[in-house]
């Protein structure tokens, strides 16, 4: 039994079902991010550990407590919302001081509590200014102190970055993660931005269709992904996916792939992969990053292979170059160092790491190697 537990919960909406079984076991103190695209079903399930939605069957449970039919204000749970939802006639100390006003916390608790947030949140010196003087990072700043100053079991955020611009969204990001390092509190996080659940997370739910579809860490959910969804969902740039056969090559198995100008290439797969599966049509997963020069391929990697094909487009990006080739059909991106001598229209030598590469079913599109 974990700290918060969701137990074969569903949500249905008449005859339409959005939100399918789930089980998810969240221990005490874990960042667990909730992600996927938009109408997956993660803010639904979020609004049921909230109390804001029902739960059509199943059971969400905190500290081994049955939350089914329990009100929102007495599940001891904050909230965090993607629009802050302060209130703009009150200043930030009245803002922070309302919801233990609300339950009724002595006035020099509530002092110690708010003194205390907003040290921790460096808001110390806005206390008497309304939402309206504000910066939107100063805003979410704001909204998190509410939450903090109630002390819940759980906290749920609800995409509370996405109205913010880029930078400051990173800032933020690093932020709270700090704040839960130092703190231990259990999170549920939800987002529809990748890279926030890779950084933040100590565990990522990734969702699609009303289903989870991988439970699992941060790597992993990006170095083992469980279908061809979480493969190219998870990532920046996502995972190169192509069709690819599994031959026979020098005694061992290889994925037989087609190049821009009709040859074919065999890559041999890592440590006898799919040994047993000679003559089988493959999607072929590999990361940009597995992608590279000679150079700059992973030196402590037994099967790097190099694959000789037509350079599409480079990309510069500062500290790396993005490097597209065309293979079996698809754009295939590799991520090389940005000082590497790479021209659009020219032949190239690309280092396969197939230490890194991963296989799925065409029809299932779930992995099989």
């Known amino acids: ?105 002595p ?79 259990t999170i549920v996080y939800v987002t529809h931005d990748q890279i926030e659940a890779l950084t933040l997370s100590t565990r990522i739910a990734v969702m699609y269709g009303g289903y989870v579809q991988q439970l699992g860490t941060p790597k992993e959910i990006y170095d083992n992904p469980a279908n061809m969804f979480v493969a190219g969902f998870m990532g920046s740039p996502s995972m ?14 290889a994925a037989e792939v087609s190049l821009a100008d009709g040859k074919r290439a065999a890559i041999p797969f890592a440590n006898g992969t799919l040994a047993s599966s000679i003559g089988r049509d493959i999607i072929l997963g590999i990361r940009p990053e597995a992608i590279t020069d000679k150079d700059g391929a992973d030196r402590n990697s037994s099967s790097v292979h190099l694959v000789e094909a037509p350079v599409e487009v480079t990309e510069p990006a500062g500290s790396d170059t993005f490097v597209v080739s065309q293979i079996s059909g698809k754009d295939v991106t590799g991520r090389f160092r940005a000082d590497v001598p790479v021209t659009a229209g020219e032949t190239f030598k690309f280092a396969f790491n197939m230490e890194k590469a991963v296989a799925f079913d065409p029809k299932s599109e779930n992995r099989i190697a």
């Open 1 to 105: 039994m974990g700290f918060l537990d969701i137990k074969q919960a569903t949500k249905s909406y008449g005859p339409v079902q959005v939100l399918h079984e789930t089980n998810i076991s969240i221990e005490e103190g874990e960042f667990l991010v909730l992600v996927g695209p938009s109408g997956c079903g993660k803010s639904t399930l979020l609004n049921m550990i909230a109390g804001l939605e029902d739960i059509t069957t199943g059971e969400i449970a905190i500290r081994g407590r049955n939350m089914n039919g329990i009100k929102p204000a007495d599940r001891n749970i904050a909230m965090v919302f993607q629009s802050y939802a302060l209130y703009p006639n009150m200043t930030v100390g009245g803002n922070i001081s309302f919801g233990m006003e609300m339950h009724g916390i």
């Open 240 to 253: 190169n996916l192509f069709p690819a056969k599994v031959v026979e090559d020098g005694g061992r198995p």
């Open 107 to 185: 006035k020099p608790e509530r002092e110690k509590r708010i003194a205390q947030v907003a040290d921790l949140l460096q808001i110390s010196h806005l206390l008497d200014r309304k939402p309206g003087q504000l910066s939107g990072g100063q805003r979410q700043r704001v909204a998190m102190g509410r939450a903090l100053v109630r002390e819940p079991d759980v906290f749920l955020f609800d995409e509370p970055l996405s109205n913010l611009d880029a930078k400051l969204r990173v800032d933020m990001r690093t932020e709270i993660k700090k704040l839960h390092q130092k703190l231990g509190t």
